[in-house]
């Protein structure tokens, strides 16, 4: 059974930092391609920022770039969204994805998908 498990999620003042982290269970994870995206209310999913499977080469949408650090542990199965100076803007359910042949921009793109985790920022 293919599982993946945001937490880290909560609130945040502006500024400040969160970690979320997201365990996958079921996936040859160490090839897997991990991607972040979220989704605010009354709007679509939006991607945040995606990694390779070798952690060699991250993508970060321009509104995160410079502020968010996607990373992973592949002996841990952790894939981890490092969130510094979060901006009220940034409030959102966060939810990790997995896909064996995409890390894009794309959530068409992953098959794999967690329940997310929700992120309030306050100013």
């Known amino acids: 059974q293919v599982q993946l498990v945001e937490s880290g999620g909560g609130l945040v003042q502006a500024g400040g930092s969160l970690r979320l982290s997201c365990t996958v269970s079921?996936?040859?994870?160490?090839?897997?391609?991990m991607g972040w995206f979220r989704q605010a209310p009354g709007k679509e999913r939006r991607f945040v920022a995606s990694i390779h499977w070798s952690g060699g080469t991250t993508y970060y949408a321009d509104s995160v770039r410079g502020r968010f650090t996607i990373s992973r542990d592949n002996a841990k199965n952790t894939v981890y969204l490092q969130m510094s100076s979060p901006k009220p803007e940034d409030t959102a359910i966060y939810s990790c994805s997995a896909s064996y042949y995409s890390s894009g921009s794309d959530a068409g793109e992953y098959d794999y998908w967690g329940q997310g985790t929700q992120v309030t920022v306050s100013s």
């Open positions: 079921g996936l040859n994870f160490r090839n897997c391609h």
